[in-house]
């Protein structure tokens, strides 16, 4: 059964980093996009960043480009988020989530259906 | 615009039928994927493209789109389905994806 799981969320000060992890287990993670989505207290769901299948491409929403980076590790089945420069309203659950997308795109939202496996999150806090 | 636009809130007597709307000029180009969100929980992909619904969601959530207006029926609704509902498209303009302010159905 496909699963993902987050972590490395916690309490951070403005202005600190945190890099967020996730392990993907029960599918081939080397052959799909991974997006991260972040829920903000009160707020709805907000896209933030896809890295492609090879981890060749990435895109950002512009409130976290420059600050927040994507990445991942093939050999690991982990994507990460590096997220630098935090500011109080980055303050949310942050979710990872696979593109369902098959065969995933080199540029990866040239096709895009939707996000079919989440994982529970995990929570950052800046104050 | 970029945006897709839902409804704050709509409810529904148990058993009956509910649509949920999106609307955004995205939606002209691209079909919406369907979220079913408990907050603090995982989101739940309940629908996407033109017409597939995936393995294990019930067959009474169905989607439509017609023009830049995508919907979500959910026909003969249950108290489990009363959650957050956001559709999501991709933004090709400047490759993003692109969230819908979600609706939240109450099941009465």
């Known amino acids: 059964q496909a699963q993902l799981v987050e972590s490395g969320g916690g309490v951070v000060q403005p202005g600190g980093s945190l890099r967020l992890s996730c392990v993907a287990s029960?599918?081939?993670?080397?052959?799909?996009?991974i997006h991260w989505v972040r829920q903000s207290p009160g707020k709805g769901l907000e896209w933030l960043a896809v890295?492609?299948?090879?981890?060749?491409?990435?895109y950002y929403v512009d409130s976290v480009k420059g600050r927040f980076t994507i990445s991942r590790d093939n050999s690991r089945s982990t994507v990460y988020l590096q997220m630098n420069s935090l500011r109080s309203e980055d303050t949310a659950l942050y979710f990872c989530?696979?593109?369902?997308?098959?065969?995933?795109?080199?540029?990866?939202?040239?096709?895009?259906?939707?996000?079919?496996?989440w994982g529970p999150g995990t929570t950052v806090i800046v104050s | 615009s970029s945006e897709l636009t839902q409804d704050p809130a709509v409810s529904v007597a148990l058993g009956q039928t509910v649509t949920i709307t999106c609307r955004g000029d995205r939606l002209k180009s691209y079909y919406p994927s369907w979220y079913q969100y408990r907050p603090g929980q995982a989101p739940l992909l309940v629908f996407y493209s033109k017409n597939n619904r995936p393995s294990g969601i019930p067959d009474r959530f169905s989607g439509s789109t017609s023009g830049n207006t995508a919907s979500l029926t959910i026909t003969g609704a249950l108290a489990e389905d009363e959650a957050d509902y956001y559709c999501c498209s991709r933004d090709s303009s400047a490759n993003h994806v692109l969230f819908g302010g979600g609706t939240r159905l109450t099941v009465l």
């Open positions: 029960g599918f081939t993670f080397s052959t799909y996009g």
């Open positions: 989530a696979k593109d369902l997308t098959l065969p995933a795109p080199k540029f990866p939202l040239d096709y895009f259906y939707g996000m079919d496996v």
């Open positions: 890295t492609s299948y090879d981890g060749s491409n990435d």
